[in-house]
Nanobody, 124 residues
Framework: QVQLVESGGGLVQAGGSLRLSCAAS????????MGWFRQAPGKEREFVAA????????AYADSVKGRFTISRDNAKNTVYLQMNSLKPEDTAVYYC?????????????????WGQGTQVTVSS
């Protein structure tokens, strides 16, 4: 069983920065591929970023490329999402997710475990 706990969300002005953290409790398997998704009110959950088990491969949605950076610290079983140059359209609940395979994925249904989400609100 994997438990994921997100933190770091909050209210920020447009142009500001936030760093989200996702602490994972892992048992029998190592550090799987992990991702961040977000869901705004009335919209479907969408892919934001993903990182493979070693951190050597990452992927980003076009809407956040160049502004967001995903990273991980396997010694701490923690994944981070550094968000810079935030825009009001980045407002959403951000979810951390983990897969039980090593490769990254861009689809929500490729992930096996989810956190409870953390709210990010960007004011204009």
């Amino acid at each position: 069983q994997v438990q994921l706990v997100e933190s770091g969300g909050g209210l920020v002005q447009a142009g500001g920065s936030l760093r989200l953290s996702c602490a994972a409790s892992l048992r029998t398997f190592g550090s799987p591929a992990m991702g961040w998704f977000r869901q705004a009110p009335g919209k479907e959950r969408e892919f934001v970023a993903a990182i493979n088990w070693s951190g050597g491969s990452t992927a980003y949605a076009d809407s956040v490329k160049g502004r967001f950076t995903i990273s991980r610290d396997n010694a701490k079983n923690t994944v981070y999402l550094q968000m810079n140059s935030l825009k009001p359209e980045d407002t959403a609940v951000y979810y951390c997710a983990a897969r039980t395979v090593l490769r990254i994925g861009r689809l929500a249904n490729e992930y096996d475990y989810w956190g409870q989400g953390t709210q990010v609100t960007v004011s204009s």
